[in-house]
């Protein structure tokens, strides 16, 4: 479980989030929503412990204990996994190489072992189809000339492949046609059912269409400023965030 | 050829790390100082050369003095020529046995698995200790199909008429002041002729190695592929530690005549206390392929351009060549094809690591004069950037007048970003294996366009020489 407890995070002497309070349990599907700027992706990277999100009051908690004094890649292998918004081309570097080799690194594989990526290929291979790209994508470098849309569903794809315990999800429908939304929706609805606490952060509440939340939050000035369920989303969709704050 | 474990082919570790520092070895003979035309002819007399050759040497010395000190050129003015010994005998007798070469020597070879990898996989091998050839072999299988590999001394004895014919000939002194130096100072070396249709598919090596410090080392490699004939030809070399620097002046003539074809394949590896200029230029006749590939790890600063005359029609060429600038040091290279017959192919693949503050330069040359008919160049060239105190140059030299000539130049620098090693940390991987894997697909192309053996080595190079660095800039 993911315990954030009065999160206050500073990004370039600027503090964008001013005492966040949230939990992810497994099996729950919490949203995020807010209008840019709001503080959403900061939220997402000072989890995962990015360098230059310098919380400076409250904790990150994990299964109860804190988190903050570890690295990304160590939060990464405890179970945490982020789909960043943005995800940066890798030239060169084929899923076919990425794919094993962070597998192997979860599991403790020396990387060296050339046949595991063979086994490793061939079990993630099904976890592409379910969101949609076929068996060619793990030939092509990452998003390298990727469309918005393909980047999302590789982000997603990886998310699967990894098999974290909790899945941080930054805006993982922008780019996405209706149908692509749908297939977004099935697979968090998947990963929830699965045992996986799953938090999804968005701008614009579409995607909860298709989904039932079991927690929807406004964080607008890095200040959590409602709660509820979906019938917060469905305000939000109605009013603007303008409104949410003079409800 | 098949090489089970072609790791086997390079034992690699940094030269430092491997060999630690020089021990000394006596000279029988040792020439320094300024360089003049009796010091040249001395160096003649212990050769016993003919005297066709000592004219060669003296020609040479004088375009030496003559010539510009090239403008592009940067750092190599710390070489005070005047204080070097430009030729040192080592006190060994030529070999073919490795239990003749005296301990303190023949552990620097051991430590690199020399002796080990002819055993496995070479046909033929020649090892260079200073200025001589102190051990050299070739299988007699090679033998039996004609093919002759001799040191370069050897030759000028014994086949006089073919030395005259390519020695100096593909790489004239003229061209530029340190190849008229390594004209007249020339020293060790292989020679190696290829019969016509005769296949050397294992591949020869020659390595050279320097064991102290102000000193030169010019030795000659001269090739001669006869028609339709192929052969893989391989060369390493390295030094151990020492205080000051030593001076490496190498020259490596090609001639694939029609039909032929050249792998030529060098490892570089000096210790950085070697200044390496590397003279390299190939003639490809009708229908020949002339295919380079160059890993410069090592040195203090290197200028190394693998050059191909493409003379002949349908002739063809290749260079692939990667640089890696490691800590305060330069790498200044870059691939020349000369285009001067119809329907003549180059391809050239330059990639460049800099790291640590080392500096990469591409220098290239692309020539396709007029008549030189549906001439196809291409040329990639890439340069990886780690940090912010590491550079990357590149200056591409394109002279095409042939209106039918085809030429793609595809010039990009990169630098690992922090949203990609975050991207990939935020995967579970640490940042040694973040950059690994970066830089693995950076060069991913690279291990596609050489030999499979010669890319395997090379990522095991790259693994050591990465599994050091520190955080990324």
């Known amino acids: ?247 | 050829m098949s090489i089970e474990k072609p790791e086997e082919l390079v034992r690699y570790r940094e030269p430092e790390e491997l060999l630690g520092f020089a021990k000394d070895y006596p000279a029988e003979v040792e020439l320094k100082g300024r360089i003049t035309e009796s010091l040249i002819r001395e160096i003649s007399k212990v050769k016993k050369e003919p005297e066709w050759m000592t004219r060669l040497r003296l020609k040479s010395l004088e375009l030496f003095y003559k010539l510009p000190m090239p403008n592009w050129l940067q750092g190599i003015e710390m070489l005070d020529l005047d204080t070097m010994a430009h030729y040192v005998k080592p006190d060994i007798e030529l070999s073919s046995s490795w239990d003749d070469i005296p301990k303190e020597v023949r552990e620097y070879y051991e430590k690199i698995g020399i002796p080990e990898l002819e055993a496995k996989v070479l046909h033929g091998l020649s090892a260079q200790y200073e200025s001589e050839t102190i051990y050299h072999k070739m299988k007699k299988s090679l033998e039996d199909k004609g093919v002759v590999m001799i040191p370069m001394e050897e030759a000028v004895q014994k086949y006089p008429d073919i030395v005259k014919r390519y020695f100096l000939r593909i790489f004239p002194p003229s061209d530029h002041k340190f190849a008229a130096l390594h004209g007249a100072l020339w020293s060790g070396g292989v020679f190696v002729y290829v019969p016509k249709g005769v296949r050397v598919e294992a591949p020869i090596e020659a390595f050279f190695l320097i064991g102290r410090a102000f000193e030169s080392q010019f030795e000659h490699t001269l090739l001669i592929a006869d028609e339709n004939s192929y052969i893989y030809f391989i060369e390493g070399c390295t030094a151990p530690m020492y205080k000051g620097f030593s001076f490496h002046d190498g020259m490596v003539e090609l001639y694939a005549h029609r039909g032929a074809h050249i792998r030529f394949t060098t490892f570089q590896n000096w210790s950085k206390h070697v200044i390496n200029f590397n003279n390299k230029r190939a003639i490809a006749e009708e229908n020949a392929r002339v295919d380079w590939v160059e890993g410069s790890i090592g040195s203090m600063l290197t200028y190394v351009y693998p050059s191909t005359v493409l003379r002949g029609k349908g002739s063809s060429s290749r260079s692939v060549v990667f640089t890696l600038a490691k800590g305060p040091y330069l790498k200044d290279s870059g691939s020349k094809m000369f285009h001067v017959a119809p329907n003549t192919k180059s391809r050239i693949v330059n990639k460049s690591i800099s790291v640590d503050g080392g500096i990469n330069v591409y220098r290239g040359v692309i020539r396709i004069p007029y008549g030189a008919r549906n001439a196809v160049s291409n040329v990639e060239c890439e340069s990886l950037i780690l940090d912010d105190k590491s550079y990357a140059y590149t200056y591409p030299h394109n002279q095409i007048e042939e209106p039918t000539a085809s030429v793609s130049h595809e010039a990009t620098t990169m630098r690992l970003t922090e949203d990609q090693i975050f991207y990939l940390l935020s995967r579970g991987l640490d940042e040694d294996d973040a950059k690994n894997l970066l830089i693995m697909g950076f060069l991913d192309e690279l291990f596609i366009e050489v030999p499979f053996e010669v890319a395997h080595v090379l990522k095991k190079v790259l693994e050591i020489e990465f599994e050091k660095l520190g955080g990324v800039g």
């Open chain 1, 1 to 247: 479980m993911l315990e954030v407890k009065d999160l206050h995070v500073t990004v370039e002497e600027k503090e964008i989030l001013k005492g966040v309070n949230l939990k992810v349990e497994p099996g729950k599907l919490v949203v995020v929503m807010g209008p840019n700027a709001g503080g959403k992706s900061t939220l997402a990277y000072a989890i995962m412990g990015r360098e230059g999100y310098e919380v400076t009051k409250g904790d990150i908690l994990f299964n109860g204990e804190s988190i903050l004094e570890l690295g990304p890649d160590e939060r990464s292998r405890l179970g945490i996994f982020l789909s960043v918004q943005e995800p940066p081309p890798l030239p060169g570097v084929k899923g076919s190489l990425l794919v094993p080799a962070v597998i192997k690194k979860r599991r403790g594989i020396p990387m060296d072992d050339k046949f595991a990526d063979i086994k490793i290929l061939r079990e993630v291979r099904p976890k592409l189809e379910l969101v949609g790209l076929d068996s060619s994508y793990m030939g092509r470098e990452v998003n390298v000339g990727f469309s918005g849309g393909e980047k999302k569903r590789f982000e997603l794809f990886q998310a699967l492949a990894y098999d974290p315990k909790i899945v941080i999800l930054d805006e993982p429908d922008s780019g996405l046609d209706v149908d692509g939304v749908k297939m977004v929706a099935r697979v968090i609805d998947d990963m929830r059912k699965n045992g996986k606490g799953v938090l999804l952060i968005t701008h614009n509440p579409r995607l909860l269409h298709f989904i039932t939340p079991d927690e929807v939050n406004v964080l607008i000035d890095g200040k959590i400023v409602m709660t509820g369920g979906l019938d917060v989303a469905e305000f939000v969709e109605t009013h603007g965030y303008d409104k949410v704050v003079t409800r």
